[in-house]
C-alpha cells in the first residue's frame, strides 16, 4: 500500500454514538425527481457484539426490569421448534431483543411520561399466521424503573429456536435519511426501472444499494424482504406507523458500511468509499447473529392516534 495514497480510518466509534457514514453519491430527488417528498428519517442501530447493561441501550443486551413486575414467560400452547413438535404446558421464559432509551434516538417519539423502550419474544415459532416469534413490547419510565430495578438475572428459556435468540449487543444509533425500496408506489417502480438500471451501468451504484437501507433500524421504512404488509389498526381502522425493523441482515460493504469499519487496505485509486467492504477483523462482531429464518426481518407497528399507543408486528424471511 502507498503511503502517499494510504486512506486514513476515522476516528473509534464507541457505543452509543453515531457511526461516520459515507456521503449518498448523488442527489436523490435531483436524479429522481419523482421521489420528491418521500425521504424518511431513520435511525439505524448498528449491532455490534459487546457488554452493554442495563443502563445502556442494547439489541439482545440485558433490560432494565422493575422487581414488582414478572418476567414475561410464552403460555402458548403451540409454539415449537422447526421440525419439532409442540414444547408443552411449560411456560417458556421471553428473550430481551431491543432496549432503547430516548436519550439516544431523539428522532424517535415515546409516549408521553416514559423514555424507555423495550421489546422481548418467546424464541420459538407460533402458528398465528406469521410462524416467527412472538413479541411483547413495553414503554417506561426510566427513572421510575431504576428505582425500583430487579437485582437478579431475568430466568433462561428451557428451550429455544436459536434463530430468535441475540447474542449481546451494543448499539450506535445513528441518524439517515432512506427513500422507498419495496415501499414505492404501485407503478413508480416500473416506470423509473430503465432509469435504476442506467444509473447502475454508468456510475456502478444503484439507487436501491446508495438510497434504501435493510437492517436494523429505528422509524424509516420498514426493512422488508418481500412484499409489504402494512398493518391496519384495530382500534381506529387507520394504517400504523413503521416503530423499528430488526432484521437478520447488517451492511458489511457499500454505502452503509460505516467509514470505521471499513477495509482500508487499498490505495485511493480502489473502489470508491461507497463499494468499500468491511475490514476482516472487524467483521465477526457485526450483528446480533439471528438468522430470523432466513435472512428475514421483524417489524413492529404502533398507532399514537389510539390510547394506551397499540402494537402489533409483521414478519418476513
Aim: with cysteine; charged share 20%; glycine share 8%.
Amino acid at each position: 500500500m502507498s503511503s502517499g495514497h494510504a486512506q486514513q480510518r476515522a476516528a473509534p466509534s464507541w457505543p452509543g454514538t453515531p457511526r461516520p457514514l459515507a456521503p449518498t453519491p448523488f442527489d436523490v430527488e435531483a436524479v429522481f425527481p419523482e421521489l420528491a417528498g418521500m425521504a424518511r428519517e431513520a435511525t439505524l442501530l448498528y449491532p455490534r457484539t459487546g457488554q452493554p447493561s442495563t443502563a445502556d441501550s442494547s439489541i439482545g443486551g440485558p433490560l432494565l426490569w422493575p422487581a414488582d413486575e414478572p418476567w414475561p414467560m410464552c403460555t402458548e400452547p403451540d409454539h415449537y421448534k422447526p421440525l419439532a413438535a409442540p414444547v408443552g404446558p411449560e411456560p417458556v421464559a421471553m428473550v430481551p431483543i431491543v432496549q432503547l432509551y430516548a436519550r439516544d434516538v431523539p428522532g424517535l417519539v415515546f409516549p408521553t411520561g416514559t423514555d424507555l423502550l423495550q421489546i422481548l419474544w418467546c424464541p420459538l415459532v407460533h402458528e398465528d399466521g406469521q410462524y416467527a416469534a412472538n413479541p411483547s413490547l413495553h414503554w417506561r419510565s426510566a427513572a421510575q424503573t431504576a428505582a425500583k430495578a430487579a437485582g437478579r438475572e431475568p430466568p433462561v428459556p428451557h428451550t429455544a429456536e436459536e434463530d430468535y435468540v441475540p447474542r449481546r449487543c451494543t448499539v450506535s444509533p445513528t441518524p439517515a435519511a432512506e427513500y422507498p425500496n419495496w415501499d414505492l408506489p404501485e407503478g413508480l417502480s416500473e416506470l423509473l426501472e430503465e432509469r435504476f438500471e442506467a444509473l447502475e451501468e454508468e456510475h456502478g451504484f444503484s439507487y436501491f444499494e446508495v438510497a434504501t437501507t435493510q437492517q436494523s433500524k429505528v422509524g424509516g421504512y420498514p426493512g422488508w424482504t418481500q412484499s409489504p404488509d402494512w398493518p391496519d389498526c384495530a382500534g381506529c381502522g387507520t394504517r400504523m406507523e413503521h416503530l423499528l425493523s430488526v432484521t437478520a441482515t447488517e451492511p458489511g460493504m457499500g454505502r452503509w458500511l460505516p467509514l470505521d469499519d471499513r477495509d482500508l487496505r487499498q490505495d485511493l485509486a480502489a473502489p470508491p468509499s461507497w463499494e468499500a467492504e468491511a475490514d476482516p477483523a472487524a467483521l465477526p462482531t457485526f450483528g446480533h447473529h439471528m438468522g430470523l429464518g432466513d435472512v428475514g426481518g421483524m417489524y413492529f407497528f404502533v398507532c399514537r392516534a389510539c390510547p394506551d399507543t397499540p402494537y402489533t408486528h409483521r414478519y418476513d424471511c
